[in-house]
């Protein structure tokens, strides 16, 4: 029995960067995370946005607006969207996002030369970011919300149905090419795990197995908090040679979501304990 197809807006079309598949069909489907910090409609609409303007694609954009058919998979593969970033010897060309920052022994570019836009489907799914508005994939703070997670689950189940792909033919963009995407998959030891239990999710949901799809990477708890001292500083990243962002104008109790290396990750950046 097929999987039914969820509700799919064909509004979104994006025409750069496309070509027909040709003899080529999809035997991969690359999961990525769209790197933004709030997964709203705006969010959605302003991801879509910077694809249009920078020329980049991916077949589907799943988010809390729902899912976006940009690329119909139908009859183009996309030319901008697996790549770019680095190969198994190539330092990744944005700093922070491949190997010379972090990478899974046996899991990291375990796909490089095998996947690539002619022979596979890219899924990018909007994340959502606790603690502060920095944007780096190194952060603990990533996670996607349990509909959005869910709607992801759904439509990639309904596309390895559709195209006859494996579950274990379900890759990160990682896995492609060092980059750290989705990074609350592959950005600290022990990550995998959200990867792996995605694609089981996926494979469950292809066998129609009956079980409860949540995030593996929930908002985390921002219910502690830190009295923080006039003059303490905030810093970028969990450490006290990272640039600083912010200096504390008075004492103050605010709270955090993160706490790592004897730093807590507030919103106005990460502060020493």
Not at 109 to 119: E, K, P, R, Y
Not at 231 to 243: K, L, T, V
Request: proline share 4%.
């Amino acid at each position: 029995m097929a999987i039914s197809k969820p509700s799919v807006t064909s509004t979104y079309k994006l025409t750069q960067n496309i070509s027909f598949w040709g003899r080529n069909r999809p035997s991969f489907l690359v999961v990525h995370f769209t790197g933004g910090l709030a997964d709203t409609l705006a969010g959605q609409m302003a991801t879509y946005k910077s694809y249009l303007a920078a020329g980049s694609n991916a077949h589907y954009l799943v988010g809390a607006a729902g899912i976006w058919e940009m690329v119909d998979p139908e009859s183009y593969y996309t030319k901008c969207s697996v790549g770019s970033a680095c190969g198994k010897k190539t330092e990744c060309k944005v700093k922070g996002w491949g190997p010379d920052t972090f990478a899974l022994s046996g899991i990291s570019c375990s796909h490089a030369g095998i996947v690539g836009h002619t022979n596979s489907i890219s899924v990018e799914i909007c994340s959502a970011k606790a603690g502060r508005r920095i944007c780096d994939p190194m952060d603990a703070g990533w996670y996607f919300t349990d509909s959005t997670y869910k709607l992801a689950v759904e439509l990639c189940a309904w596309i390895c149905d559709h195209w006859s792909i494996k579950a274990d033919h379900i890759v990160m963009h990682n896995q492609v090419t060092g980059k750290l995407c989705p990074a609350m998959w592959c950005n600290a030891e022990g990550a995998e795990a959200g990867f792996f239990k995605f694609r089981d999710d996926v494979a469950y949901k292809m066998n129609e197995i009956d079980r409860p799809i949540v995030s593996p990477n929930p908002e985390p708890d921002q219910t502690r908090t830190i009295a923080i001292g006039a003059g303490d500083y905030f810093y970028s990243r969990p450490a006290a040679n990272s640039a600083r962002v912010g200096q504390a104008q008075s004492s103050m109790v605010i709270s955090y979501s993160i706490e790592q290396n004897g730093f807590c990750c507030t919103k106005q950046g990460w502060v020493k304990k």
